[in-house]
């Protein structure tokens, strides 16, 4: 019988895990856009926060003229945006929600609380897990992002949770468990993300021939979560997408998979996954995993279904770091294990640990510090609306600001939570508010004469000399582009604050705010 844990030992346990989301919060705050990979998530939650999910306001919704390479589902975003409302109102009643930028950091916020943390390998052994997962930059730092995959790994941490959480001593999780990992995992793969399916399927067959479960049970509970998983995507996303029957995940599956057009996104070596993309989500946690996969048959039998996974998905040409990332938290267990036996082992054994570690952090510093500087798109458009604001035309016909913005910029972090001058405003209670106020438009293609006899007042481009002297360059926008080491002569002749500055970060301009010529003359 499973001994209970001390009130102790669950405070540990909670402050662990609230260490992890702090830095993950923490990430949020510091890098506050997001990439194009996010895009449909995070403008799926605006528009449900913003719109409601009425058939009529469905016309309003951004992925009805951005609609992207294939659909993805609601059901992600419907759920966050429900979580994220009663937060954002209770932050606009407090006064600390003042924008539609401040609401875009709330869903950030809410996302990122929903991971586990398995407690089955012991005290010391939970705090290096957690150690080497506060030392990993990409783990936390995404978790908090809208990626289909991180909305994916919730349920798989939670099946994980499940399997795992139990006394060091038990033999098998019980058959209830293995039943509520089996459904969590079905559930992912059919509405978050398929690849799920390739660990899904390892798990079955070690569980099967360690006898945890029996074939038939194991049928029983895929079926029918199956068929409430299909149930339930198949009639949210048939609605948002207007389409019927939808099934985002096997369309997505089809097109990326069986036609193979995932390929077109760029292709990797075989075993790219082993060779680069692992190596940096885990940095110095991947020697540890072998080595506590070594001494512990635990660990053998915890990583064989994740090892068969990427070794399923190295098959495939296009390579991602982010569809691996299901197996982070495992190998950090792993890792944990490792380092657990070296800071037992000897002197030597316990400074390389410290010293593993050090190293994880210095590179997550770096790490964040270029991703930070990574957001041409959202820094130029926040820049933009600090420039101008005040410049609202309320109740005219014509709008007094009218920005495209490019392409690059659309990408890079300028989403629809920071069109703050244009509606619906978020003071007005989430609705649809009186007044034009400022356009912003996402048009793609647009020639530079084709720019120079629209509308458009402004520019957020890619390029500063769009046409002649039809536009002027008002600011531009950095943007990470590498790190440079520096040569500062001898070692011994160094002061303290250039080795801090050894490596220095080259910039490059990506974007630029230009103006048209003639608007200045009429707005000064």
Not at 48 to 60: A, D, F, I, Q, T
Not at 151 to 159: E, G, R, S, T, Y
Not at 271 to 276: C, D, H, K, T
Not at 452 to 477: C, M, N
């Amino acid at each position: 019988m499973a001994r209970a844990r001390s009130p102790a030992g669950l405070i540990r346990g909670l402050f662990l895990d609230l260490l992890l989301l702090v830095t993950s919060w923490a990430y949020v705050f510091l890098a506050p856009y997001s990439k194009v990979e996010e895009s449909f998530n995070l403008h799926a939650t605006h528009d449900v926060l913003m719109y409601g999910v009425g058939s009529e306001s469905l016309l309003k919704y951004d992925h009805r003229i951005f609609p992207g390479a294939v659909p993805r589902t609601f059901v992600g975003s419907i759920l966050l945006g429900w979580l994220t409302k009663p937060v954002a109102s209770l932050g606009i009643s407090l006064g600390l929600v003042t924008s539609k930028m401040d609401l875009q950091i709330t869903p950030f916020a809410s996302f990122s609380s929903g991971t586990a943390v398995s407690k089955r390998f012991g005290r010391l052994t939970s705090w290096l897990f957690s150690l080497l997962t506060l030392s990993q930059f990409h783990f936390l730092f995404w978790m908090s992002r809208t990626l289909p995959n991180m909305f994916a790994l919730i349920p798989v941490n939670l099946a994980y949770f499940t399997l795992y959480n139990r006394a060091p001593q038990s033999i098998h999780p019980s058959r209830a468990s293995v039943d509520i990992a089996v459904g969590l995992l079905v559930f992912t793969a059919v509405i978050f993300r398929s690849e799920v399916a390739l660990l899904l399927g390892p798990l079955c067959l070690q569980f099967l021939i360690q006898g945890y479960t029996t074939f038939a049970r194991l049928i029983k509970v895929g079926l029918s979560n199956s068929i409430a998983a299909i149930t339930l995507t198949v009639a949210v996303d048939s609605y948002f997408w207007n389409q019927w029957p939808l099934w985002p995940e096997l369309y997505g599956f089809y097109f990326n998979v069986y036609l193979g057009k995932s390929a077109e996104w760029g292709t990797s070596a075989p075993l790219s996954y082993f060779s680069a993309h692992l190596p940096k989500l885990l940095l110095g946690a991947l020697p540890l995993a072998v080595l506590g996969s070594i001494l512990d048959h635990r660990i053998r039998s915890l990583l064989l279904a994740p090892f068969l996974f990427v070794l399923g998905l190295s098959a495939l040409k296009h390579k991602e770091w982010r569809f691996v990332v299901y197996v982070i938290p495992l190998v950090n267990i792993a890792a944990a294990r490792g380092a657990r036996w070296m800071y037992y082992s000897c002197y030597m054994a316990f400074l390389s640990v410290f010293g593993l570690l050090s190293l994880n952090f210095v590179m997550t510093i770096f790490f964040a510090r270029a991703s930070i500087m990574n957001y041409p798109g959202g820094l130029a458009l926040a820049t933009f609306n600090k420039r101008y604001a005040g410049q609202e035309n309320w109740g005219f016909h014509v709008a007094v600001v009218h920005v495209h913005i490019s392409n690059l910029a659309a990408q890079t972090g300028a989403s629809l939570f920071l069109h703050e001058h244009a509606p619906p405003y978020i003071l007005t209670g989430f609705g649809p508010a009186a007044g034009r106020g400022w356009i912003y438009n996402k048009t793609e293609g647009l020639t530079p004469p084709m720019l120079a006899s629209s509308d458009f007042t402004h520019l957020i481009s890619e390029y500063p000399d769009v046409g002649d002297s039809e536009w002027s360059v008002v600011d531009q926008i950095p943007s990470f582009q590498r790190w440079r080491l520096m040569r500062r002569g001898k070692p011994w002749d160094i002061s303290l604050r250039e080795w801090i500055e050894v490596l220095h970060m080259e910039k490059v301009e990506e974007l630029w705010i230009l103006e048209r010529t003639s608007w200045k003359s009429t707005h000064p």
